[in-house]
């Protein structure tokens, strides 16, 4: 690996993470906003709207601190890539179906926005990146500055070691 | 024989041997860390797993739109439970119309149709219930969606749907701007009074947010009919396309001069 190689995983780390800290601090002050903007995508079967409503912030929150403090790196950078997949699958199919609401992705409420259909192909790219950079992360896990490195003792360190 | 080997082969033998047990200790040593991984991952699993289900547990309670389902009193006079009505009910054509009190977009569709609409309403032609809804609460300052959606409640359990269309005109004569603190509960009582409420039968049920409760089922009942965003229209339980606040009045109009058959 190139010497700056490992920088670029740092890089995505805090870019992914410090997207889903932000998405996931803005939708904390309105939980049943949250539950609305779950419903208004017709996706989920009522049952699970307010549970899937309630829960996403939070997750959303543990997935991007995980991230940017490169804790549980490959685990994080997994269901951050799920999610992601999630998303852009949501949004395709709200896209698809002809209906105009706000993704509701950094909160906000759903309001009658008349070019709803012009903001789903950068909704979609967006998560898109965020994807490919979270799949980065599962197959690289490794990255300086985070606390894997100081928790987790790397399984090659010693063989790379001797080999220098 | 074996005891015959030159000292070169048993050189050979005792160095291939100690390799062999560096190689066992570097592979016990590589089991040792992953062990130690393993259970330094599986403890921060537990821990985050733990903060997640608190949070999710202080989320869940903060949402008053779920649980304790049914409580709470609604206004004598409503359609539906949720809906303000304004004109006969008897009238061919039934506009439900949702809105939220500091939303632009309705003050503006209000302020094309107050004449038109108002006429349909007279002549016994057109029927509108109004389902007022908080979802712009983070729109104000002092939660003013909810306590003017409440003060309407309130004016039309107290003084009837006339006075409360009067009271529901005049807030959006009067409405507020996006990010202001909204109109004080003081404001609320006075237009109320101006509408022809009395103020002695408003003033602390307006004030107390008597119907607040209402007020968010109702917007959660909205939400689960699918309504989005406000104002939305519904004729016949269609959904009239949102071009222009003048065009939303236009269509409400072509269906009331077709005396209801769309």
Redesign the interface.
């Given at each position: 690996m190139r010497t700056w190689a490992p920088w670029v995983g740092v890089l995505a780390r805090l870019v992914v993470g410090g997207v889903w800290l932000v998405a996931g601090v803005l939708k904390?002050?309105?939980?049943?906003?949250n539950?609305?903007t779950v419903?208004?995508y017709?996706i989920l079967p009522?049952s699970v709207v307010?549970a899937v409503?309630?829960?996403l912030?939070?997750?959303e929150?543990?997935v991007g601190a995980?991230l940017v403090l490169g804790?549980?790196t490959r685990?994080a950078g997994a269901l951050s890539a799920l999610m992601q997949l999630a998303f852009v699958i949501g949004i395709a199919s709200v896209w698809a179906r002809g209906?105009?609401?706000?993704c509701g992705c950094f909160g906000g409420?759903?309001?009658?926005?008349?070019d709803a259909q012009a903001a789903y192909p950068w909704d979609i790219a967006r998560d898109v990146g965020l994807l490919l950079l979270s799949l980065l992360l599962v197959w690289r896990p490794r990255t300086p500055l985070s606390a894997d490195a100081l928790?987790?003792?790397?399984?090659t360190e010693?063989r790379t070691r001797t080999r220098t | 024989m074996a005891k015959k080997r030159s000292t070169a082969t048993r050189r050979a033998d005792s160095q291939a041997a100690a390799a062999r047990a560096a190689a066992i200790r570097r592979e016990q040593e590589r089991k040792e860390r992953r062990r130690r991984s393993l259970v330094v991952s599986a403890v921060v699993v537990v821990v985050l797993v733990l903060i997640g289900a608190i949070a999710y547990g202080v989320q869940s309670a903060r949402d008053s739109s779920t649980g304790s389902a049914g409580s709470g009193t609604t206004p004598s006079g409503t359609v539906g439970r949720y809906g303000v009505p304004a004109g006969s009910s008897s009238a061919p054509v039934k506009a439900v119309i949702y809105e939220d009190f500091i939303c632009p977009y309705c003050g503006a569709f209000e302020s094309a149709g107050r004449a038109t609409l108002q006429k349909d309403i007279d002549r016994g032609k057109l029927q509108i219930q109004y389902h007022v809804l908080n979802f712009l609460d983070r729109s104000s300052s002092t939660k003013y969606s909810t306590r003017a959606a409440n003060a309407l409640g309130v004016v039309l359990d107290s003084s009837g749907p006339k006075v409360a269309k009067k009271f529901h005109d005049l807030l959006f004569e009067n409405q507020p701007q996006e990010g202001s603190a909204g109109l004080t509960d003081s404001q609320l009582v006075d237009y109320a009074v101006q509408a022809g409420a009395k103020r002695s039968e408003v003033e602390s049920p307006i004030k107390d947010g008597k119907f607040n409760d209402w007020v968010v089922k109702g917007t959660d009942a909205a939400s689960k009919a699918h309504v989005t965003g406000t104002p939305t229209v519904r004729i016949n339980g269609k959904t009239l396309p949102v071009n222009s606040a003048q065009d939303l009045v236009v269509q409400i109009q072509k269906v009331v001069d077709a005396g209801g058959n769309q």
């Open positions: 904390l002050p309105d939980p049943a906003e539950v609305r419903r208004a017709q009522e307010p409503g309630h829960g912030p939070i997750l929150i543990l995980c804790l549980l685990l209906l105009s609401i706000h409420s759903a309001s009658p926005t008349t928790l987790l003792p790397a399984e010693p | -």
